[in-house]
């Protein structure tokens, strides 16, 4: 997704914004004897972390476990087909501060002890264009709500409004960034559990992504019903905060606040029937092309990687602009590496060109096999060029532009492009997941039979 400012995994331009955060770099030997070292501080079980960011608190939930014998962190987020938990293992600790490095991302949490189940310490992103910390504290034990303000009035909302959050609301959204740009989106709600405090899950979906996972609540702020979600991937930090307005909450008109520095408004009407532009329509091919031509290094050293090798020949294939950075090429990448497995024996290949932060061969490598072993990738990982959409579009000039990460095109059997799809609507989104893999498996099985 490419969200100006946002999401630097989503929108090929910023270099802000929330998403998974991964190793830093691979545990050392001291590291490793050090794990255990660090289990003092991080009691077994759930805990609600707090992230300070341009004077708001963005709240996130995670789990301690101990697997192994060694501690294992699970970053928790709701959304509306469930939850994820992502898994960050690589946890070290020197001297008194404790640091779990975050899933695939360049990022890690740097905590110590605060009292008696208490946590305090820094998000660190190594990857933003200048490394930044934000301050966070955490508690152990499971939040009665994720926001903790007053909550106590809100069965005095409009009866009507609560039954229609119960039953699942979609409003049709605009968004402006601080340079007074604006962009579509789709807000998907629904309301979750009883009793004084209402859960409330959710996501945005824009022409070029989703804000994954979104869970909040509604808490009574100045006197008015707020509107209160928030998601933490490791890489992404977002709070998207709204008072209810109308006799049934028909309009939202707030903030959405990402990572250190990230800001922008939204409006938001009910509209069951809101739609955004045919993602099948906004990359296309240059005049007179037909066909992609590349030749990148493999991730692999000395590998090289190109769509008119032998591998792929006579076969349908699919290619995957991703980065190791993007929550949702993370999206797409946790459905394509066992879809591939299942179905590369029907004649179908995938190859997915990185576009990392680094330009640096060795260090962009690293990443991109960090997240081959993570998701147990079985395609063929190149490294294409550094993550922004300039880089893109000229990594493969028969493109006219590249707008977002993931994007991901279809070639037949003769190697001509056939569809280029933007984007990649994740499992946070509901039924617009399972309408994503539907579209793609239709594609895929189009080209096969011809």
Known sequence: MMMKNFLPGLLATTALGLGLAGCHSSPSENDKADTAAAAPALKEGPWRGELSAQGQKIPFLFEVKTEAGKPVVYLINKGLNGEERLRCDEISAAGDSTTIKLHVFDAALVVRADGADKLKGVWVK?????????????????????????????????????????????????????????????????????????????????????????????????????????????????????????????RLKGHFYSGKSGHETFTAVLDPKAKLPDADTLTYLKKGESRLSFKFPSIFEGGVVEPDGPRYKGKVVVVQLLGSWCPNCMDETAFL??????????????????????????????????????????????????????????????????????????????????????????????????????????????????
């Open 126 to 250: 190594y990857d933003a264009k200048t490394p930044y910390r934000v301050p966070l504290v955490a508690r152990a034990g499971e939040p009665m709500a994720l926001f903790t303000e007053d909550g106590t009035n809100v069965n005095k909302m409009t009866p009507g409004y609560l039954a229609q959050l119960a039953k699942g609301a979609t409003y049709r959204a605009v968004f402006t960034d601080e340079e007074g740009k604006n962009y579509p989106a789709i807000g998907v709600l629904k309301m979750e559990g009883k009793g004084s405090f209402h859960g409330v899950l959710g996501t945005f979906l824009t022409t070029t992504g989703d804000y994954r996972y979104l869970s909040g609540n509604i808490v009574m702020r100045n006197k008015d019903f707020h509107l209160l979600l928030s998601t933490f991937d490791g890489n992404h930090a977002f709070l998207f905060d709204s008072p209810l307005e109308g006799a049934l909450g028909k």
């Open 337 to 450: 590496a066992p879809w591939y497995e299942k179905n590369k024996a029907r004649g179908v290949e995938v190859i997915g060109l990185g576009y990392e932060r680094s330009s640096d061969y060795k260090k962009a490598s690293e990443r991109l096999r960090k997240l081959r072993e993570r998701y147990n990738i079985g395609y063929e990982l190149a490294v294409a060029g550094v993550a922004n959409k300039d880089s893109a579009a000229k990594s493969l000039p028969q493109l006219a532009k590249v707008l977002a990460f993931p994007t991901t095109i279809f070639l037949d059997k003769k190697g001509a492009v056939r569809k280029i799809h933007t984007g990649f609507s994740g499992p946070g989104t509901g039924k617009y997941y399972e309408e994503e893999i539907a579209g793609f498996n239709r594609t895929v099985d189009k080209l096969l039979k011809e």
